[in-house]
């Protein structure tokens, strides 16, 4: 073989330079302001031909917006593509905030049927040539590029095994129970807190639609979203007020109905996507959960000693212990085990579901009385007397409906030993009987599969058409925040004379 091959194949590959998106611009502003491709290439270190491809596709990455965090674009995509990047890192950071898990595997099925939801979109309506119309593969080699481009990390790799969650999950039981009886935190002094994504406002599925209601015609599924985390010990007694995280700071029905945020049955916050935000959870560790505890565990005699149990989401970082104020670090905070909340949370054993199961039966109790001896329809009803004050109302009932026993039995797996005796004990209501019954008086085709069907749609993750919807709130919140810094700043502006006369004085 000739030396030289040899050399050539023996010589490493040199990596693949990757030009982000801002340099690139960088690049063709230069050019079109005079600056030689030659002098461009030695600026940015690559080579001119690197350069040349850039300016002769300048029209295209001009129009291109990467997505927000995403710093590099290594093909020129389409819209549909850039979108369905944007509406993927909003679903992934959904489920983080959730802390829920998610594989490559989850990751890449997910984006697909974006993909595919977008391109149908787009095909009704612009037909069959439109733009994003060939097909998308999320391959191994994709996923690995966008984990590059995106930065997102914590992702589960194909074949990661769930038998080390249910080790860590046995291992963790143990490792709370000697934390318990070292700390004589037993019985009342033991709390536990999740959230749950919760949809205020989403409509049922057609199986409790009436006949002549079948269709809905511009129903939008996403209307009201809110975020709600309960709170509870674990004998059941003592329930802590739940945060809630809104969209919109002061709703207008706050308005109408003189709603005062100070006095409701729980602690409200705000922001454009109606996440908790770990900013939002210490505030109402500082502002709920320290004095309520203190409070519950004073009254009762009992020492100042409790755990706080909390899953692995993001607004629950670790260092938590260290934004409590002074009168509360008897708090001891303990985060469950990644991958185990499903099977230790006592939260999301059965609480949760009993909770939505609650408010479902009032919701329709809530429309029976309404529309009872009326004409008016599911949907009116929907529209024009149902809102975020009303929502609340039902939170707080079902809430309050979630029953000792509930909460108690929930915690067998991870505390066996403080299971509460059975006798003069509450038992569980048949709430699916119940809402089938109050469904089944308006008129409606439902049965308990449709309720369970209902209870479960609480709990989906978000469809693309959500993740829309929700990506234009947080939009349109965003621009309401930049307005109203607009104005202040107007507001505040001085004249060139009145900045004169201050300096002088």
């Known amino acids: 073989m000739d030396p030289k091959i040899k050399d050539k194949i023996g010589e490493k590959k040199k990596p693949k330079k990757m030009i982000s998106m801002e340099p690139k611009h960088e690049i063709i502003a230069k050019h079109e302001r005079g ?37 590099i674009i290594s093909k020129l995509r389409t819209n549909i593509h850039d979108e369905m990047v944007q509406l993927l890192l909003l679903w992934i950071k959904e489920k983080q905030l959730a802390g829920d898990s998610v594989s490559e595997a989850i990751i890449c099925e997910k984006v697909g049927a974006i993909f595919q939801d977008l391109k149908r979109d787009v095909t009704e309506t612009e037909g069959e040539s439109s733009q994003g119309s060939e097909g998308f593969k999320a391959s191994l080699g994709w996923f690995d590029n966008f984990k590059k481009r995106s930065g997102i990390h914590s992702v589960i790799r194909h074949g990661e095994a769930s038998s080390g969650d249910i080790k860590a999950a046995e291992n963790f039981i143990k490792v709370l129970k000697n934390l318990l009886v070292k700390k004589d935190t ?69 308005k109408a109905y003189k709603v005062m ?65 002074d009168e509360f670090k008897f708090i001891k905070i303990v985060y469950v085990p990644p991958n185990t909340t499903s099977t230790l949370q006592p939260m999301d054993q059965q609480v949760i579901s009993n909770f939505k199961k609650l408010f479902t039966k009032h919701l329709f109790k809530r429309c029976f009385e309404v529309t009872e001896n009326t004409n008016l329809t599911l949907r009116e009803f929907w529209k024009n007397h149902y809102n975020i004050v009303i929502s609340l109302k039902l939170i707080d009932i079902a809430w309050h409906g979630v029953i000792k026993r509930t909460l108690n039995s929930a915690w067998r797996k991870l505390w066996p030993d403080i299971g509460l005796k059975r006798e003069g004990f509450e038992g569980f209501e048949p709430v699916e009987e119940e809402i089938v019954s109050i469904g089944r008086s308006m008129g409606l085709e439902v049965d308990e599969a449709d309720v369970a069907d209902l209870i479960e749609e609480y709990a989906e993750e978000f469809t693309t058409e959500e993740l829309k919807e929700l990506q234009k709130i947080s939009h349109s919140g965003v621009m309401m925040e930049l307005s109203s810094e607009e104005e202040v700043e107007q507001e505040e502006k001085l004249t060139s004379r009145e900045i004169s006369d201050i300096l002088g004085k």
């Open 35 to 71: 600056v030689r491709i030659i002098d461009l290439a030695n600026e940015y270190g690559c080579n001119p031909s690197t350069i040349s491809t850039i300016i002769k596709q300048k029209e295209a990455i001009k129009k291109l917006q990467s997505s927000k965090g995403v710093t």
């Open 261 to 325: 945020k100070e006095k409701l049955q729980v602690l409200w916050r705000a922001n454009s996507k109606a996440w908790v935000t770990c900013q939002f959870f210490i505030e109402w560790m500082n502002i709920v959960f320290g004095p309520s505890v203190k409070k519950y565990l004073i009254d009762n005699g009992l020492p100042l000693k409790c755990v706080l149990l909390l899953n692995n989401a993001p607004a629950h970082p670790p260092g938590l212990e260290d934004d409590l104020l």
């Open 186 to 254: 037993y019985r009342n002094k033991c709390s536990i807190v999740t959230k749950q994504g919760y949809f205020g406002k989403k409509m049922p599925k057609h199986s409790f639609i009436t006949a002549e209601e079948k269709s809905l015609p511009g129903h939008k599924a996403m209307k009201d979203r809110l975020t709600l985390d309960l709170c509870a010990n674990a004998i059941g007694d003592f329930k802590i007020k739940p945060l809630l995280v809104y969209h919109s700071e002061k709703p207008r029905a706050f």
